[in-house]
């Protein structure tokens, strides 16, 4: 039977990378609605093209569109032995547009892993990112992974700057955003009973460890 994980964290508690290790580690597919949404415009699919007029009007992707390329990526071969999701489901009505869909498919969400960071971490790992100027437009944070030599990029020596998003005013803002937005989906599976909730303060190795346990003990 597939094993369908939903993978909860507001921006910066490593969501990312924590559903990347969880797909490795038990051969599950890593479906991320962002990573979605990129390869259908790049592709330029119908439901592409529909994604890419909706952005360039500076509207919100509706939920019909956003469920459309779930399915359409979880009815992937690549799928059958279940999958990680990440960004999706944002609400409870698309959580209850996905355990339809994963109920045509023989399966249903067997855990929500809920990433908590505090937040005054996770102002510290937004505000500390800065990005080359160059072509290849590589990342660095001033903690966790500095340049050598301070505002200059390792790779190509061009200057780094500060996304706007990086900046410690609009981090807040994202934070509290997120947190008002997401609070029903995390009820929502808490009701069900499949939340878990790691601790996401700590670094990557012990909170890969977490939720490993976590999945182990839901399977």
């Known amino acids: 039977m597939p094993v369908y994980l939903v ?20 051969g599950l597919a890593h479906v991320s609605s962002g990573d979605l949404f990129r390869d259908n415009i790049k592709r330029q699919t119908p439901l592409g093209q529909q994604v890419e007029a909706i952005l360039k ?14 399915r359409d990526r979880l009815k ?3 799928c059958a032995r279940g999958a990680v999701l990440d960004g999706f489901p944002r609400t409870p009505a698309q959580a209850k547009a996905l355990e339809a869909m994963l109920t045509e498919l023989g399966g249903r969400v067997n ?11 996770l102002v510290e790992r937004l505000t500390g990112r800065w990005t080359c100027k160059g072509p290849g437009q590589h990342v660095y944070h001033l903690k966790f992974n500095p340049p050598k030599a301070a505002g200059v990029c390792d790779v190509d020596g061009t200057e780094l700057f500060q996304r ?14 997120y947190v008002a937005k997401t609070s029903p989906l ?4 808490r009701s069900l009973g499949l939340l878990v909730e790691i601790n996401g303060d700590q670094a990557i ?10 999945v182990a003990g839901a399977k």
Do not use: C, F, W
């Open 7 to 26: 993978l909860i964290g507001l921006p910066g508690a490593g969501k990312g990378t924590q559903a990347a290790l969880l797909s490795k580690q038990h």
């Open 57 to 70: 009007r500076g509207d919100l992707v509706p939920d019909d569109v956003t469920i459309a390329m779930v």
């Open 76 to 78: 992937n071969p690549e």
């Open 111 to 121: 855990l929500v892993p809920y990433i908590q960071v505090s937040e005054p971490v």
């Open 164 to 177: 706007p998003d990086d900046r410690e005013e609009t981090v807040k803002n994202r934070i509290a955003e």
């Open 186 to 189: 995390i009820e929502h599976y």
């Open 205 to 214: 190795e012990p909170v890969t460890a977490q939720l490993l346990a976590a």
